[in-house]
Nanobody, 130 residues
Framework: QVQLRESGPGLVRPSQTLSLTCSVS??????????WVWIRQFPGKGLEWMGT???????YYNPSLKSRTSISRDTSKNQFSLQLSSVSPEDTGVYYC??????????????????????WGKGTLVTVSS
């Protein structure tokens, strides 16, 4: 029922900001305990988690990308977006948005964990090149 679709430029210049949008249909991104994720894959490599935005608008990022990554949402459009700044050719890859209905909240600091991905976009290739 829930379907995701990535959109955005397929070519980005070095030092610029990579911006992608994930459009969600069949369900609301604000539904309790849902979480929404950006993941990327380099050629011939495994998946790399980039960051997550949760149903309450909280976010969490891969520490290796935190300084360059921002995930936000537009609830009026039922979309969430990725911005990756200061890109280089090493950022070239296939970018996926994904979602889960299995957020776990636990611990004294209410740490959140986004469970196994239930929904995936088809992915979009982004090339960083001059």
């Amino acid at each position: 029922q829930v379907q995701l679709r990535e959109s955005g430029p397929g070519l980005v210049r070095p030092s610029q900001t990579l911006s992608l949008t994930c459009s969600v249909s069949g369900g609301s991104i604000t539904t309790n305990y849902f979480c929404w994720v950006w993941i990327r894959q380099f050629p011939g490599k495994g998946l790399e988690w980039m960051g997550t935005i949760f149903y309450d608008d909280s976010t969490y990022y891969n520490p290796s990308l935190k300084s360059r990554t921002s995930i936000s949402r537009d609830t009026s459009k039922n979309q969430f977006s990725l911005q990756l700044s200061s890109v280089s050719p090493e950022d070239t890859g296939v970018y996926y948005c994904a979602g889960s209905g299995r957020t776990v909240v636990a611990g004294t600091h209410s740490m959140r964990d986004c469970g196994g991905m239930d929904y995936w976009g088809k992915g979009t290739l982004v090339t960083v090149s001059s």
